[in-house]
Structure formats: C-alpha cells, structure tokens
C-alpha cells in the first residue's frame, strides 16, 4: 500500500477504507499470472538504471 501511494496512485483508494482489502485481492487475482514468468525483476528500492541493467541481463539469460 505505501508502495502505491509512494507512486502518487492515491485517487481510486482515497477515503476508501476497504483499499488494502481490495489491493490485496488484486494481487492475489495476479499472482496465478505472474507465478508463469519466465523472469523477475524485483525493483523494490531500485533507481530506474538498475533495473534496465537488471533487465537486460535477464533478457540475455531468457534469449540467450
């Protein structure tokens, strides 16, 4: 949640006190989704360069 609001992304969640519930559902609904990656790309934490680099390189790894 607080990653979300970081992002500026408050408009669909304010005053609305259901808001973790839903985004923990919506991530739930993603998880069968995203567990069929070839890849991850954790970037938590990460400025933008870090994660093209780490991108690429799993590209590389994926392609390759």
Known sequence: MQRVIDQGD???M???D???DDLK???DERTPYYAKAHSHLNTAGKDTES???ELIEISDLTVG
């Open 51 to 53: 994660c093209l680099s």
């Open 18 to 20: 259901d808001a973790m």
């Open 10 to 12: 408050i408009r669909p």
């Open 25 to 27: 559902r919506i991530l």
């Open 14 to 16: 304010q005053a609305n």
